[in-house]
């Protein structure tokens, strides 16, 4: 797997990937999630978004940016053909790694109380939760990993 900064060329992947990884959570959250309806091609033009790419195909991504002096990881997806593989955590790792080359003391995320699967695996990867809260009229819960 590489990855590598997301080009204007890459934004219908991203989306494709975006709607497939997050479709099955409309349901229980009643609406679509907040990944669904981003606006990928203003975070790609910020420089926000790195693809991760396997055999030429982008089969994941993800968006951060400095935030509040700490690094805010703003969404992570994998495409469903490619989830289960350690992809989800490479690119997470990623962000850290690029947080720590930028001297900054920490990642922050949320993601929403129905994605329970996050709830578990964030604190697995050592993140800890600091926080829940209803903000941009969803059911959020925030983690923070310290670097």
């Not at 990881?73 to 990623?94: F, S, T």
Request: net charge neutral; charged share 20%; proline share 5%.
């Amino acid at each position: 797997m590489n990855i590598r900064p997301a080009g204007l060329q890459d934004l219908k992947a991203i989306e494709s990937i975006a709607k497939a990884a997050y479709a099955r959570y409309v349901a229980a959250i009643g609406q679509k999630p907040a990944p669904m309806i981003a606006d990928f091609g203003a975070l790609i033009g910020a420089g926000h978004i790195s693809v991760a790419v396997i055999d030429g195909d982008i089969c994941g991504f993800v968006a951060a940016y400095p935030k509040n002096g700490v690094m805010h990881l703003e969404n992570v997806a994998i495409a469903p053909a490619h989830q289960n593989r350690g992809l989800g955590g490479k690119l997470v790792g990623y962000v850290e790694n690029f947080a720590r080359e930028l001297g900054l003391p920490a990642v922050e995320l949320y993601t929403n109380e129905k994605m329970t699967g996050n709830l578990t695996w964030y604190p697995a990867i050592g993140y800890r939760e600091t926080g829940r809260w209803n903000e941009d009229g969803f059911n959020r819960v925030f983690f923070r990993k310290d670097l």
